[in-house]
C-alpha cells in the first residue's frame, strides 16, 4: 500500500492555465506538507497543515492555494500557470506539527511541466 | 537564519566507501536527517539522527553529528552502483510554532564500476 500517493504524476499545460495536484496520505498522519523542487534539485517548503488548518505559509504566491478538506489529504491547486511554475512538487506527511524520526514520508512528486 | 549547506558532487568508486558532509545552522535542530533520491523518484528517507547522539550506525550506513560544529556527515561504505543518486541532508528546527524540512542542495554522488 502505497504510504504518500499525488496525482497525477506528470502533468503538461499551458500558460494560463489552472491546474490541480491531489494528495492522499493513508499513515493516520497530522500534518500534510507540499515542497517545491526546482530545476537545480532545490527543495524548498512551500506549505503546511496540520489538522486541516494552515501552519506554515512560505512565501509562495498567491496563486497557489493549498486546500485540505480532511486531515488525510491535502490539494494544491495552481492558477495562471507560468513557466516559473514548472518543477517537482513533493507531498509529505508526518505525525504533528514537527516531523521528527522516521515519521516524515514523501510522495512520489508531480512533475509539472508549463508551457 | 535557516541554511543546511552540502557540497554538490560526489565521485567514487565501487567498493570504496563515500562520505557526503553537510552543515546546518540552527541548533534548536532535534532531529538531522537523510534522505536519497534516485533519478526521476521520490525521497526516500535513509537515515536520521537524534541530536543527543554523536554516532548512528544502520547496515552500510554511518551518520556522525558533530553539534558543536554544526557538522553532520553520512558515510556509506562499499560503495555499490546502486548508490548513485543525490543525498539530501535535512534540518527541523524548533523554534517555530510549526515547522517543516529545511533541505540542503543534495550531493550527487556517482559511483563508477
Known amino acids: 500500500d502505497t504510504a504518500v500517493s499525488q496525482t497525477p504524476k506528470y502533468l503538461v499545460t499551458q500558460m494560463g492555465n489552472d491546474k490541480s495536484i491531489k494528495c492522499e496520505q493513508n499513515?493516520?498522519?497530522?500534518?500534510m506538507y507540499w515542497y517545491k523542487q526546482d530545476s537545480k534539485k532545490f527543495l524548498k517548503i512551500m506549505f503546511s497543515y496540520n489538522n486541516k488548518e494552515l501552519i506554515i505559509n512560505e512565501t509562495v504566491p498567491n496563486r497557489f492555494s493549498p486546500k485540505s478538506p480532511d486531515k488525510a489529504h491535502l490539494n494544491l491547486h495552481i492558477n495562471s500557470l507560468e513557466l516559473g511554475d514548472s518543477a517537482v512538487y513533493f507531498c509529505a506527511s508526518s505525525q504533528g506539527v514537527r516531523p521528527t524520526g522516521t515519521e516524515a514520508f514523501f510522495g512520489q512528486g508531480t512533475r509539472l511541466t508549463v508551457v | 537564519g535557516e541554511d543546511v549547506e552540502q557540497s554538490l558532487f560526489l565521485s567514487v568508486r565501487e567498493g570504496d566507501s563515500s562520505v557526503i558532509n553537510c552543515t546546518y545552522t540552527?541548533?534548536?535542530?532535534?532531529?538531522l536527517y537523510w534522505y536519497k533520491q534516485e533519478p526521476g523518484a521520490g525521497l526516500q528517507l535513509l537515515t536520521y539522527?537524534?541530536?543527543?547522539?554523536d554516532m548512528k550506525q544502520d547496515q552500510r550506513l554511518t551518520v556522525l553529528l558533530n553539534k558543536k560544529d554544526k557538522h553532520l556527515s553520512l558515510r556509506i561504505a562499499d560503495t555499490q552502483t546502486g548508490d548513485s543518486a543525490i543525498y539530501f541532508c535535512a534540518e527541523s528546527p524548533i523554534n517555530q510554532a510549526g515547522t517543516a524540512l529545511i533541505f540542503g542542495k543534495g550531493t550527487t554522488l556517482s559511483v563508477s564500476s
Open positions: 499513515l493516520g498522519h497530522d500534518t
Open positions: 539522527i537524534f541530536s543527543n547522539m
Open positions: 540552527d541548533s534548536s535542530s532535534t532531529y
